[in-house]
């Protein structure tokens, strides 16, 4: 059975920095592209970042750019999402899913299995 279970989110002040990690079991993970998304309250779940399966391509959201970095350590079975600069928009519930394809998605319904989402809040 594949889990994917994620922790580090919390409150923080806007400008602070925060790192997310997903740890995966039940699937083999360096076979594995996995992302980064969250829902924001009232919207859609939305595209954060990716990274492939090796950790040679990442790919973000415009709106992270410069700011997020996804990173990925496949002797731990685990993928991060480092945030930096957060603002008050970041506030969202993030998710940490799993795709098994040769090729990164930002297309929520094309992941495989999806982490318990963690509460990030930007707020003084």
């Known amino acids: 059975q594949v889990h994917l279970v994620q922790s580090g989110g919390e409150l923080v002040q806007p400008g602070g920095s925060l790192t997310l990690s997903c740890a995966a079991s039940?699937?083999?993970?360096?076979?594995?592209?996995m992302g980064w998304f969250r829902r924001a309250p009232g919207k859609e779940r939305e595209f954060v970042a990716t990274i492939s399966y090796s950790g040679v391509t990442t790919k973000y959201a415009d709106s992270v750019k410069g700011r997020f970095s996804i990173s990925r350590d496949n002797a731990k079975n685990t993928v991060y999402l480092r945030m930096n600069s957060l603002k008050p928009e970041d506030t969202a519930v993030y998710y940490c899913a799993a795709r098994r394809s040769a090729f990164t998605s930002q297309s929520d319904h094309e992941y495989d299995y999806w982490g318990q989402g963690t509460q990030v809040t930007v707020s003084s």
């Open positions: 039940g699937l083999t993970f360096g076979s594995y592209n």
